[in-house]
């Protein structure tokens, strides 16, 4: 954004450029220059200056040329023409003398960014690979990377390719390095550098030479190398056994990334490469950097998928601190759930107890989740903290303890009488669409346990016409039915008011036409309906769960370090602490819930399992369903649904 | 590898730029801004964030967001650590790492991200190296410059670049040869409401001034190396030497910089320099609370606890605090809901008191009691790990160098949790008058 009056100031400072007074006395010149540059990195367009600038660069004093170079640079696309008379001073500069000058000269050259001048930079690069100076072949191998990047398209020069293989042998550590780097962009399109014994062999040896950066590209790179013979695989795995321990994060990760892929075919090998990193990586873990903890704790929870016995004994290094931000404490919390025994479960409980009251709500849900998957193996404990939990009666604790509980009970049945016990009252608490969906549910599975349910519902069904979540409305439809069938007597004349409303008035096709489905099905009798309402409670497969198997490590290691056990979907991904209510976080097991629900109530789920330009589509089966009625094929509709919801696991 | 560069303040402007390879326009922030927004506290920010074309990767120093733009797969540590040092590099010229003063600085900042960083690969990050290309600002020198011209940029080649040290630059000559260590520890502790330590760990760190002459090889040993646990060295320190014998032996850079960071563990039992006895309860009906916190000193080997302070970050519904503190003063944030009281030194014959009355939002639901309590301190002359410096010996050069140590510790994350959930209140306003009637 342009400052008033910046005109002024430009056309200032082209006078004082121009001025050949200033010209003659350098500090003056040079400090006009530098009054140019902080207009430009204030936001004052001097685009208007560049021709003075051109001028400006033919001097011997450094400085000025550098500051000259950054405004170039940054204005160069804009006057393709006008640049045209830098590079003759650019290239004068690269047969100065001074080495700094030479490199700085070639490196500005290459950051000009105009594909018009690449016939004029060829050769000054490629004499910059020759350089006496390590400093200007650093920039020279780097620049041939940037020349092609201009024109992607563009052949490349076998000869220059040949140069920079041969520059690998450089004895300066950087420009191997940058070599790498280069040809790795260069060759993109036939898989990057070629890399084979001798390459390999050397680039190891040299690799304590290079600083962390190096090491880290170099390692990178390796992992495409396959050894020729087991001996050699062990040779290697050696020579990189100092790199695995690293007290350098980055080093120790690529170290790891290397020797899992190198290892793909021993398993125990790999095994023992996790076990030994395990110091570094708790050390990661308590690093000052909040982002390297945080990246940290996202590659142990990759590892103990292979090893869930890994961390064990350090479980406190997991606790979280008050001050950790929420991304952080959520990973912990994932973590922790993964570390419960008999001996910590007390203690781990307790600590995640502190955490469900955390200020952040999202922070507090995670926590209530994170007790909800430990109830599946110690569920007295944690259903007594998730009923206590109740008592706080705060809207987004209420909100996940129903949630938690509805997850729970689906895979573990034994705990439903406390559950139960515990629904009554909360519904005032509930404000959001998932609480009181997952209360619904909760409603229309154990309906005949719940004394107050049919008041709970005449509540919502009252409330029907002004509530907003279609969820909410599909998740009613079905658990009025449902109630209906055990507690028949008082819930008749409510039923009636809902499915008159829905089909009357909703305005919504999936709402009407799901109240139509069930009004004719109670027109083929009550023994009819309860066939196709009565699906599973809860999901015996499952049963109580005692850890979970380990993996192999090669189900993940293409995706240690890099970004992917980073992403927020991560999270669910994982699927410890998920919560089931949104049709984006599909575990297999959650997966398995949704078809049993569906079947259990038939197409109420079809707004979550079908995405949205199937619906039309959906409207039709649905219409013809209705004419035809026969439960069975209702069923088999159903079914069609989960089907859909496979094809489409989003 | 890294594309852009970015440095977003706290308020969401965008007041540095920088494009190594093409220029990404502003609007890939929108994605940050958004989550941003999201989060409850700026901070909350996720470090990593998708975008459709690019990843968005963050690092939070002192308010500042370092956002860089990447466009291929990357190693998300290499990335962070990256921009940490780019961080600690404008820290260790400037001062600090604040937007005004990298405003300031914007010319020499852009020479060194140009300097740091080529065609998005890192390029020279060592501070030697980088302050012989780039001089930093000091006052004295600014001062010189306006009048004679010079300026902060360097114009010879850098030494270091061509010594085999690459961290050392040749040629380093001093009148006073001195080495300074300072070994700081910080505790990182979570105690629960009877005191017993939850966790504890103490990170500590060595600082090291070294001003000596010519190319000095140093070795540095201790009198009890095995407390430490997970360390990490400055890449000057040999590491096989530690392996085997424990010391740490290195030709050191030039000036200030960090040898090590080190852990001391759970494993050995971590000294707590204080207690607490802490009593902070809200009322049934009526809408106050009490509030009594008495500190005293537990393991504090023998010194004083100094700069003592205690912040309570109290329930939302807290309107004002009317209490009396027997030493120090005490301030409540009202818009935070933050209660700090400063203490300063801790004198174990009259252990300081804070006591009084909360005030609470009328009609606000009673809030859980017992807040969480985090506690600063300050001791000095002692490593709470009991790490000790045995010696320090010189080798390589032939003058005697000026020798010294200091120690100190700190309160790091130390924290008294104190929350008991699901404690009923059983005792009402008027059963505690009464009991206030019968026992006086």
Known sequence: MPYLGSEDAVRELRRALSNPNVQSDQLRYRNTVLKAIRAMSQGVDVSDLFSEMVKACATVDIVQKKLVYVFLCSYATLNPELSLLVINTLRKDCQDPNPMVRSLALRNMTNLRLPSLVEYVEQPLAAGLRDRAACVRRVAVLGWAKLHNLQPDAEIDAAVVNELYGLLRDPDPVVMVNCLRALEEILKKEGGVAINKPITHHLLNRLKESDVWGQCEVLRILQRYHPQSEDELFDILSLLDASLVSPHPPVMAATLGLFLGLCSGLPAVSLAALERVRGPLLAACGSTSRETRFTALCHIQLLLRSLPGLMGAHYKRFFCGYAEPAYIKQRKMQVLVELVNDENVAMLLDELKGYCTDVNPETAQAAISAIGRIGRSYSDRCLEILTGLLGLKQEHITSAVVQTMCDLVWVCPQCSDTVCSALEGCEEMLQDSQGRQALLWLLAAYGERVSSAPYTLEGFIDRVRSEASLGVKMELLTTTMRLFLCRPSETQDMLGRLLHYCIEEEMDMCVRDQALLYYRLLHCGIEETHKVLHGQRSDPSLGVLIGRPAEPINQWAYSFNTLEPLRQAGFHQVGWGASVHSHFQISPEMFNRVQVRALAGPLKDIHRVVPKPLLCYLGCVLRFVQSALEHVFIQDVSVHCCIHLSLNPD | ?440
């Open chain 2, 1 to 440: 590898m890294i594309h852009s560069l970015f440095l977003i303040n706290h308020s969401g402007d965008i007041f540095l730029e920088k494009h190594w390879k093409s220029v990404i326009s502003h609007s890939v922030c929108d994605y940050f801004f958004e989550a941003k927004e999201k989060a409850v506290d700026p901070e909350d920010v996720p470090p990593v964030l998708q975008t459709p074309h690019h990843y968005l990767i963050t690092v939070h120093r002192g308010k500042l967001f370092f956002l860089s733009v990447v466009q291929t797969e990357v190693p998300p540590l290499f990335v962070i650590e990256f921009l940490h040092r780019v961080a600690d590099t404008f820290q260790d010229y400037f001062g600090e790492c604040s937007e005004s003063v990298i405003k300031d600085n914007v010319v020499t900042v852009y020479e060194l991200l140009e300097e740091m960083l080529d065609n998005g690969f890192p390029l020279a990050t060592e501070s030697n190296v980088l302050k012989e290309l780039i001089r930093p600002p000091t006052i004295l020198r600014s001062v010189v410059n306006t009048l004679t011209g010079s300026s902060n940029v360097g114009d010879t080649l850098p030494t270091g670049q061509l010594s085999t040290i690459p961290w050392r630059r040749a040629d380093v000559k001093y009148t006073n040869n001195e080495a300074y260590f300072d070994v700081i520890e910080e505790i990182d502790a979570i105690l629960d409401k009877s005191g017993t330590t939850v966790f504890a760990e103490i990170q500590g760190v060595i600082e090291a001034s070294v001003r000596l002459t010519g190319m000095p090889d140093l070795t540095l040993s201790f009198m009890n190396p095995r407390l430490l646990d997970d360390v990490s060295f400055h890449p000057c320190v040999r590491f096989k030497r530690w392996e085997s014998e424990r010391t740490l032996s290195f030709i050191p850079p030039d000036g200030n910089f960090t040898l090590m960071n080190y852990h001391v563990s759970s494993q050995n039992p971590v000294a707590i320099p204080v207690y607490v006895k802490q009593s902070i309860s809200f009322f049934e009906s009526g809408p106050c609370g009490r509030l009594d916190i008495t500190i005293g000193p537990k393991q504090t080997m023998g010194k004083t606890v100094e700069a003592l302070m205690v912040k309570i970050h109290m329930p939302k519904a807290v309107l004002s605090a009317n209490l009396t503190a027997t030493q120090g003063n005490y301030t409540y944030d009202l818009p935070n809901k933050v209660l700090v009281w400063d203490i300063g030194k801790l004198n174990p014959q009259k252990l300081p008191n804070l006591k009084g009355i909360l005030s609470l939002q009328a009609g606000a639901p009673k809030p859980e009691d017992n807040p969480s309590l985090n506690i600063d301190l300050r001791i000095q002359q002692v490593a709470i790990s009991g790490l000790k410096v045995s010696r320090l010996e010189m080798f390589g050069e032939k003058y005697k160098p000026f020798k010294g140590v200091k120690y100190v510790t700190k309160a790091g994350k130390f924290q008294f949790k104190c929350a008991a959930l699901y404690e009923p209140f059983l005792l009402s306003f008027w059963t505690i008058l009464f009991f206030y009637f019968t026992t006086f």
